[in-house]
């Protein structure tokens, strides 16, 4: 510390005392997290806004050490002899208000740094990362008394409250059955807004609506893929999953916070999104039906950009299930929504499929031949002939139309086989990457194998349905989801947005997923998967020049205490993980190599547990 230069006994006395307090808060820190761990691997660790340090290529805060080194973790992997690194003891545990952080949707952040974003088209809402020297190099704190998450099929209806400390939904949607606090338990009794009497007999009169055989929403396999937007605390999503259907659960972190996260805390697929300027981070033609039940969006402003985006995610023939006020008009304002939206929706040769009461269902046409009939001039437009509509990472949305490619005009739809018998016929959509159906087919037999060998060596380490929320960080063509169909498990498929963009071919096989850079934090809460398989992701972000270190923090932010990360990759990469294993309370509880995989010869496999930790406020509150 410097203070006035007056002398004298009275300033030596106090930079002492700073001194030997400053030394002593580092032993207690420091020791504390060593030696706090109990005998069944739970640390005790005391934290602090200001116990963060420099690591590889990011910090947060503080000032450079006295002599203008730096604390720095080699992110190469097989240095040369003699190279030394340093790897910390422990890190540094996050202060209790970031239990919940969302590095990439923080809006702490947004208001430090002062962006200049649109509010009224929620551009607020979408991604914004810090860049390196603003991220968290800790690790994120459970909230008091967590406790491990319900298991599925139970977590569908009831979470720990303690897990999500957040009841103001409870009483702001009381009367639509959202949810109900039940003393130590957030119990849903599967309503919404406009579906107060439970999702289940809403999904059957949608159903209903459309003449669907035994009133069953997935259409004899036909539909298998829903995007919900404004999904609330998912239930509609929830209540899909016994027809065999998989719903894409969207909302944004907005002033209703907490709707994802307790989404995927009861074991549904969900994400943080947010219709705004930006396009939703799935290619076309991905979904058979999109669903909004009050979902608030103003679908009429920027000519309708909105409700085009709607229209590049659906496939021919996909629906657009739309329950609210203006379905049955009961005033003036209402009317004249209904009159321009029904407008708008005509213009884009979408049909009324079905009304009834609040809701009301379009139907996207099936060829080009509408649009190819229209007036010219007509708006909105054809999209430009150049343009991707499978480009989505950081690309703005278009109000315009995205026609059909030659295939789905030749074939008059998508050409997809009903499910489950699509998980594993080739999808059309093959071609786009120069893929045979022999490789397609080798892919998924050889992922069959990997994955059977995965499953008997995790058996013996969890129980009977530990896992639920599933991570393929690098998921190819979606196999390794693909082998664990007899599982009571969904996995969130993640396609690298550099790489080929076979995340088109992830949903023409009936799974789900995303497109990401794992040199950046992904779009979910703190603790929200159960296991995370990384296949040559390391080897991918040293390419790029991105920290490892990052990584292995942002993996541990996502995964459930508790939870399991399969790293596959080459031995210098292992190797350099386990170094941090310690550092990150993880172990390692079965290795294997792929000396039997003529595929992938020399790849290592470690399975990693993340080891539940409490911090010492944890420990006291949960006594």
Not at 13 to 26: E, Y
Not at 288 to 315: K, N
Not at 572 to 587: C, G, M, N, Q, T
């Amino acid at each position: 510390m410097r203070g006035r230069s007056d002398g004298g006994q009275k300033k030596r006395l106090i930079t002492t005392l700073c001194v030997v307090a400053i030394f002593l808060g580092f032993l207690y820190v420091y020791y504390g997290s060593i030696f706090g761990s109990s005998s069944r691997g739970t640390a005790a660790l005391e934290y602090g806004s200001r116990s963060l340090r420099k690591l590889g290529s990011s910090y947060l805060g503080g000032d450079d050490d006295a002599d203008g080194k730096q604390y720095e973790s080699s992110t190469k992997f097989g240095q040369e002899e003699g190279e030394e690194d340093v790897v910390p003891k422990t890190f540094p545990v996050c202060d209790d208000r970031h239990s919940e952080l969302i590095p990439c949707l923080d809006r702490n952040f947004i208001y430090q740094m002062r962006l200049k974003l649109d509010l009224s088209v929620m551009e607020h809402y979408e991604r914004h990362c810090p860049p390196p020297e603003r991220r968290y190099n800790c690790l994120i704190p459970p909230p008091l008394g967590y406790k491990i998450p319900i298991k599925w099929p139970q977590s569908r209806d009831e979470v720990w409250k303690a897990n999500i400390p957040h009841t103001h939904l409870a009483h702001e949607k009381s009367d639509q059955n959202w949810m109900v606090v039940k003393g130590e338990k957030i119990v849903f009794p599967g309503g919404g807004t406009h579906f107060h009497y439970g999702a289940d007999k809403y999904i059957a009169s949608i159903a209903n609506m459309l003449n669907f055989s035994h009133n069953n929403l997935n259409n004899e396999g036909r539909i298998r893929t829903v995007l919900d937007v404004g999904c609330g605390v998912a239930s509609f999503g929830a209540y899909l999953l016994s027809s065999d259907i998989i719903a894409v659960s969207l909302a944004p972190n907005d002033v209703h916070q907490n709707q994802i996260q307790f989404a995927l805390e009861r074991g549904i697929p969900a994400y943080l999104g947010v219709l705004g300027t930006k396009r939703l981070p799935y290619p076309s033609r991905s979904f058979e039906l999109a669903h909004c039940s009050r979902c608030r969006i103003d679908w009429l402003q920027r000519d309708g950009i909105l409700l085009l985006e709607l229209d590049r995610l659906l496939r021919p023939g996909g629906y657009f299930a739309y329950s609210s006020p203006e379905a049955y008009a009961q005033d003036e304002e209402d009317l004249r929504i209904w009159r321009e939206m029904s407008a708008l929706v005509g213009r884009m040769c979408w049909r009324i499929a079905a009304k009834r009461n609040q809701t009301a269902v379009w139907q996207k046409p099936l060829t080009n031949d509408c649009y190819m009939k229209r007036e010219p001039g007509t708006n909105p437009p054809l999209c430009r002939s150049d343009g991707d509509p499978d480009a989505v990472w950081g690309v703005s949305m278009e109000a315009c139309i995205t026609p059909y490619s030659d295939h789905d005009q030749k074939a008059k739809g998508s050409g997809l086989a009903p499910w489950p018998a699509r998980l594993t016929s080739p999808p059309p959509r093959l071609a786009d990457f120069g893929y045979t159906s022999e490789m397609f087919e080798k892919d998924t037999e050889t992922w069959r194998r990997r994955v059977e060998s995965y499953w008997n060596l995790l058996s013996p380490k969890i129980e009977a349905d530990t896992l639920r929320n599933l991570m393929d960080m690098k998921a190819n063509m979606g196999s390794f989801a693909a082998a664990l169909k007899g599982k009571n498990v969904w996995v969130m498929n993640v396609v690298p947005e550099d790489g080929p963009n076979t995340l088109k071919l992830i949903y023409d096989r009936g799974l789900i997923g995303t497109t990401h850079n794992w040199c950046e934090a992904f779009s979910t809460y703190p603790r929200t998967y159960d296991l995370l398989h990384a296949w040559t992701v390391f080897s991918d972000i040293e390419k790029k020049g991105c920290s490892a270190e990052d990584l292995l923090l942002e993996m541990d932010r996502i995964l459930r205490p508790s939870g399991f990360v399969i790293i596959r990759d080459k031995q210098p990469v292992i190797d350099f993980i386990r170094k941090y294993l310690s550092a990150l309370h993880w172990e390692a509880v079965a290795t294997a190599d792929s000396s039997s995989d003529a595929d992938h010869e020399g790849d290592d496999i470690v399975f990693i547990i993340r080891k539940k930790w409490l911090t010492s406020e944890s420990l006291r509150n949960s006594e």
